[in-house]
């Protein structure tokens, strides 16, 4: 629904089943500045590029295990 928000850099609009459902597409410092909870569901070089300091505090669900070091 409307409180979910979606970091993917390879498109700049959500499918409409996403969208109608009120899921929100953000970039990553925007996710990483306001969203409490992260899933990460694929492994793009931008998210393997965030820093540990800036993931830290934040509940974390990582299914490809490229954060599992920090």
Do not use: N, Q, Y
Request: hydrophobic share 40%; glycine share 8%; proline share 7%.
């Amino acid at each position: 629904g409307d409180r979910i928000r979606i970091v993917e850099p390879h498109t700049d609009r959500l499918p409409d089943p996403l969208a109608r459902h009120g899921a929100t597409l953000i970039d990553i410092d925007t996710a990483l500045e306001t969203c409490p909870v992260m899933i990460v569901l694929v492994d793009h070089d931008v998210f393997r590029a965030v820093p540990a300091s800036e993931r830290s505090g934040k509940a974390i669900l990582d299914t490809r295990g490229i954060w599992s070091a920090g």
